[in-house]
């Protein structure tokens, strides 16, 4: 049974009477709901989103290919996944896919094309995806784990996921969450990094997809890495992460994290869908927004 924990962090009471109802919902509804209903889009960029080369939404998609509906929706532009086949990646509501996964209704379909030195299994370039619609056509309950001391970043967190439709409840870090739930994890990277999926940001992009890791003995430092995973960048102070990781047939975990309390702030400003779209991740330092790989 998920609880709130608001109060005992010090949160409002506001926040704590939302994260109650969006409990209290998701108890109502079961461990798993069939997704809501809605067209089906795809988009195809190039270069880890930076490119758009074509988009399409298909109001009777459900129970094609994501490589049909590919060809469809990029017919006669020439540079498509069946066009100009090689190096392309497909997410569906922001998880690896194959091309022959067939499509639930309300899904989002992306592929991109980039050279890279590692595989990314999840991106936040979908979002409100995954929590929205769910995973492959089931609508998994969203849980919100938080650190101590980030009640208000928290409730900036758990406040989004339920304007945008999305029963969100919360519970301590660290109190565990089941493989038929979607997480976000909000906290700095000292108190995040001990968190068994997290933790796969230390050992980089090739085990979480990440183009990103932390630096020092406390993680004071975000490290920002290229395609083929070279550093090119370290910010200090107030640097935030947004990103999502995932291991085996886990669903994904959503980091909000950074190098300090203000570098977590900077990055649940970012947790909207006009910020992170078409995002693989995102660095932030204060009001500038770094996609990654850089």
Known sequence: MLLSVYE?????HIVAAVTLVAALVLAGCGLQTPASRGPVSVRVTSDFGAHPL????????????????????CRGSGDSPGSSPGGWSLYIDGVAAGASATVNPGERVWWDRHPSSASTAAVVG??????LHGLKGRRLPTEVACASGMAATCGRVASTLVHLGVPAATQALGGGSGQDSLTVEVGTWRELRAELVAALL??????????????????????????????????GRAAGLVAAVTKGQAPPTWLITGTDAEGVAAAARAFNPRVLSDRFALAVRGGDYLPLPR
């Open 8 to 12: 005992a962090l010090g949160g409002r």
């Open 126 to 131: 979908a979002f409100p995806e995954p929590f």
């Open 54 to 73: 074509c988009a399409a939404s298909f109001a009777h998609g459900a129970g094609k290919t994501a490589a049909e509906l590919s060809q469809r929706a």
């Open 202 to 235: 230390a050992r980089g992009p090739a085990a979480s997809g990440v183009f990103a890791r932390f630096g020092g003995a406390s993680g004071d430092s975000l490290i920002l890495l290229d395609a083929r995973g070279h550093q090119v960048a370290t910010l």
